[in-house]
């Protein structure tokens, strides 16, 4: 029985989100819903990011850094 390789593996796309996460927290009484992902960026390297929703409305746009981490989140 031949095992398949995974030789063939490519690299995500420049852009491609590689891993997302979602998670909500209560700031005085109001419930705000945190995304974090991670994007693959041209370099090779990947980047973190994060917005801020309170209910449908994006109040945070997408902007770098990685919140999922504070809340017990590993993503990568």
Known sequence: MDIPSNDNQQEPEVGAVIKQASMTTRIHQ????????VIQQATG???????VLLERDVIKDWTE???AQYFG???Y
């Open 30 to 37: 109001t419930v705000y819903t945190l995304e974090s992902r």
């Open 45 to 51: 390297l990947v980047r973190s990011e994060y917005r």
């Open 65 to 67: 850094g990685d919140v």
């Open 73 to 75: 989140l590993d993503i």
